[in-house]
Structure formats: structure tokens, C-alpha cells
């Protein structure tokens, strides 16, 4: 075994570099992965770019897949050899007031996965046991590594909507995030409907699941889903604020727009049609370890998958690149090595 390993590490903002990082072993409570597979994801722009506060150099990546190959002190209920992935949240401390009260994605110790310290970049890299995912032995660790954070926020999100069979429910946005939250609505039993901007999506929403299509460059989104009944749940996955507003009068009374895409626009909607109707505005974040692995397992059982383009690792900066300029069709994953795209025998 190879005392180094490669990694891609951002060494200051906006570069990337590619180095040899020495081989450690797990510490107390932490596992060591050989990663096959990394997706690249949009919240990897706060590692690329510095959004976050960064000990620079970091190594980016919170979509990782791979196999363990040594186990840190205190470490139960995983084995070496087990398939894992790793998400955005890189492990709760399981005795904060939140985690006290079951809410791990919003404990008060938990790091992020490639921002507070290294992720999936890399041919190599530590993670805390109490956020490690299972991944299902029929999905490949290159299918398996977008469900990891787009996935699984779009899954939860819908997952804890107050929705239930039959019901309109709204998908913004066919990108990364959407077009995964159609598939998985029309297999939760929703009502679905995409909307996008422009009719040559209309053959895609449809294809992923969509029973109705709602281009906003040629009709009001909300007076079209208002037509249909009303949406009980509009899936925001853009990022602009604008389209928020602009979607929030397509609710029906009580329904809940759930905004997943990060943006810099403010959200302005009006206080008439959030009062008028009990109308509710709400973010949602990603979910914890257990609802991962119900997402995985999910999305085996339904087929769903993510439309993805593989990039060797050496080629990360131009796999973010393409991700950051909206070309990607629709996730980058970075591979280590021909084995990455084999499910668990």
C-alpha cells in the first residue's frame, strides 16, 4: 500500500492543484474511505472560491463514495471493506441540545464535508463514522455519489413535505437538484408538474416523470398551477429569488413553497398572499445519515437516477468548471479508477 495518495486541493481561491498527501490513519471515531467516486457539486463553489471561512489548502468534494479500509478508535457498527458515502454534513456529536432532540442536521458541532476539513477530491480521505451512508450493493458508487447531497436534499425535502398521494406537487428548476426531485416525486405519488424556462425542456420533464410542463418564459407559473388546482408543495431548486415570488401565488391554501437552491437575490413576497391562505415560505438544507440511507435505497428501488457526465480526478478543475458554467448535463462525477463504476458483488 502507498504511503501517498492523490488529491486535488485547493491551495488558495480559485486554484486548484493536484499534490501527494501522506497516508494517516483514522483518529478516534473516524474511518478511512479509498474513494471510487466524487460528484461535484454547486456548494463546492464555498470550498473553490472561499465563500466559507477555510483553512487553506483544502481538498473540496462532499459526494463521496468508496470503501473502508481502516477503522479509527471507537469506531462500531462498520467494517473494513464496507461500501460508504460521505455528504455535506460531516458527522453530528450526538450531545448538543440539538442532536439531544434528534435533530442532526442542524447540530451545533457538525462540520461540513470539504470545507472544515478535507472530502472526496481525492483517492483518499477521513471521515467521521456518525456520518457515513450505506450504499445499496446494486447501485455503482458512480450512480450512488449525486444521491449523496442532491439526492438527498431534494428526497428529504419531499420526503418531510405536508404532501400526500395525489397531490400537485411543483418541481422549479430541471437542473442538478430538479430533475432528481420529479423523479422522486412521481415515485412518492405526487401530482407533478416542471417548470422551466423555455419548450425544448418539455420532452425531458416529461421523460423524468412530469405529468404537466409549465415553461415561464411563455406563461405565468402560478396562474397555470392555480389552473391545475394549486400546487400543495412547490420544490424551489433555482437559485434566484425572483422565481420564488414569482411561484409562491401558484399554492393552494396551506401549501408550503420549500426553497433548496442558494442564491444571493432576496426572497420578496407579499404579506396578502402569505396571510391570505396560511401560505408558507420554508428552507430546507439536506437530511441526516438515516434518511440518506433511505434515499439510497429509494432510489434503487424506483430506478431513479442521476444524468451524469464521469471526469478522471485529474481533470476536477475543468469537471467544476463546466459544472459552475451550467454546462453539465446534469451532475459531474469525478472517478479514481475503472473499478468505481461497478456496484458492490
Known amino acids: 500500500m502507498s ?55 483544502r481538498v473540496p468534494g462532499h459526494e463521496a463514495v468508496g470503501r473502508i479500509d481502516a477503522l479509527g478508535a471507537s469506531v462500531q457498527g462498520w467494517a473494513i471493506g464496507e461500501r460508504v458515502g460521505v455528504g455535506f454534513l460531516g458527522g453530528s456529536c450526538g450531545y448538543c441540545e440539538f442532536c439531544r432532540n434528534g435533530d ?74 430538479g430533475h432528481l ?67 409562491f401565488k401558484g399554492l393552494r391554501p396551506n401549501g408550503v413553497s420549500i426553497v433548496l437552491g442558494v442564491g444571493p437575490e432576496p426572497i420578496e413576497v407579499s404579506t396578502m398572499d402569505l396571510i391570505f391562505g396560511s401560505r408558507k415560505l420554508e428552507g430546507a438544507l439536506t437530511g441526516n445519515p438515516a434518511t440518506g440511507d433511505e434515499t439510497l435505497r429509494f432510489s434503487s428501488l424506483a430506478g431513479i437516477a442521476a444524468m451524469i457526465e464521469t471526469v478522471p480526478l485529474e481533470k476536477a478543475a475543468e469537471a467544476y468548471a463546466r459544472m459552475m458554467a451550467g454546462k453539465a448535463r446534469f451532475r459531474m462525477v469525478l472517478t479514481m479508477n475503472d473499478q468505481s463504476v461497478h456496484p458492490n458483488s
Open 3 to 57: 504511503a501517498t495518495y492523490r488529491a486535488i486541493e485547493v491551495p488558495r481561491p480559485g486554484e486548484f492543484s493536484e499534490v501527494r498527501k501522506p497516508l494517516l490513519d483514522p483518529g478516534p471515531n473516524q474511518v478511512r474511505i479509498r474513494v471510487e467516486a466524487c460528484g461535484v457539486c454547486h456548494s463546492d463553489s464555498g470550498t473553490v472560491e472561499g465563500l466559507f471561512p477555510i483553512n487553506f489548502p
Open 104 to 177: 442532526l442536521v442542524n447540530c451545533r458541532n457538525q462540520e461540513y464535508t470539504g470545507i472544515h476539513h478535507d472530502g472526496g477530491y481525492a483517492e483518499v480521505m477521513l471521515a467521521k463514522a456518525s456520518g457515513l451512508m450505506r450504499i445499496p450493493k446494486d447501485l455503482s458508487s458512480v450512480d450512488a455519489a449525486p444521491l449523496l447531497c442532491a439526492g438527498l436534499t431534494t428526497f428529504s425535502a419531499l420526503q418531510n413535505a405536508p404532501a400526500k398521494s395525489g397531490d400537485l406537487v411543483a418541481v422549479l428548476g430541471i437542473g442538478g437538484l
Open 181 to 247: 426531485g420529479v423523479q422522486y416525486a412521481r415515485q412518492m405519488g405526487f401530482e407533478v408538474a416542471a417548470i422551466a424556462r423555455g419548450a425544448d425542456k418539455a420532452d425531458l420533464a416529461k421523460k423524468l416523470g412530469a405529468h404537466h410542463y409549465i415553461d415561464s418564459g411563455s406563461s405565468d407559473p402560478a396562474t397555470a398551477l392555480q389552473a391545475l388546482g394549486g400546487a400543495q408543495i412547490v420544490l424551489v431548486t433555482a437559485s434566484s429569488g425572483k422565481v420564488v415570488s414569482e411561484t
